[in-house]
């Protein structure tokens, strides 16, 4: 079945750092989304990305989608505590699995004041 | 607040027992789906329902089944509880293939 690979699991960063997260997918997906969940919360949707090669940012947060519709990165300029949490991406397969949505183990991020 | 509703918020129980958990999707949202979070599994797609029937399931145990109403609220059932199945169970909802939205959870915890 298909399987969404996440890495690294977990990153410490000093605020103002850099910070990037990536995902890899055994099959071409048709779409994928990227969740937050803070401590002791929910996971929120954050943004779908659905065209190869597509790039979208949210403010500090940059969102891209593989070329071959199997890879994805989100990338945080210049981290603050306010982006402490687990990033989870999430890959919608093609054809017969379309309905489901594979969710990758997530990174734990953490952020140094 | 993501409109999503679940209770009970925390749920302790033994092994061997059987629970129920309900979850209210967003108003207007036709799907619901339900997920198991652990520690060392992270997000675990367990069954979707669309509209009162069941659309995919994943990688749900015989020992559990979920259904959805006509009202679209849906209950996860789970028997024959053992340690392992303590975990976070989430329900999300959403408005065809598109984002989800997810409830607060459920905490459960089998002693």
């Known amino acids: 079945g298909q399987q969404v690979m996440q890495i690294p699991q977990y990153q410490h960063v000093q605020e103002g750092e850099d910070f990037t997260t990536y995902c890899n997918s055994s099959?071409?997906?048709?779409?994928i989304q990227w969740y937050k969940q803070r401590p002791g919360g929910h996971p929120v949707f954050l943004i779908q990305?659905?065209?190869?090669?597509e790039v979208k940012k949210q403010k500090r947060l940059t969102f891209q989608f593989g070329e071959a519709k199997k890879n994805s990165s989100l990338h945080i300029t210049a981290t603050q505590t306010t982006d402490v949490g687990t990033y989870f991406c999430?890959?919608?397969?093609?054809?017969?699995?379309?309905?489901?949505?594979?969710f990758g183990k997530g990174t734990l991020l953490t952020v140094n004041p | 607040d993501s409109g999503v509703t679940q209770t009970p918020k925390h749920l302790i129980t033994a092994t061997g027992q059987r629970v129920t958990l309900r979850c209210s999707p967003r108003?207007?949202?036709?799907?619901v789906y339900w997920y198991q979070q652990s520690l060392d599994q992270g997000l675990q797609f367990l069954i979707q329902?669309?509209?009162?029937?069941?659309?995919a399931k994943g990688n749900i145990l015989e020992r559990f089944s979920a259904q959805q109403f006509p009202d679209l609220h849906s209950e996860l059932n789970l028997s024959s509880l053992e340690l392992g199945d303590s975990a976070l169970y989430f329900c999300?909802?959403?408005?065809?293939?598109?984002?989800?939205?997810f409830g607060p959870g459920t905490r459960l915890t089998v002693l």
């Open positions: 999300a909802s959403s408005r065809a293939i598109s984002e989800q939205f």
């Open positions: 099959t071409t997906l048709s779409n």
């Open positions: 990305l659905v065209k190869s090669g």
């Open positions: 999430a890959g919608r397969g093609s054809g017969g699995s379309n309905y489901k949505l594979t």
């Open positions: 108003s207007g949202d036709l799907s």
């Open positions: 329902y669309y509209n009162g029937e069941e659309r």
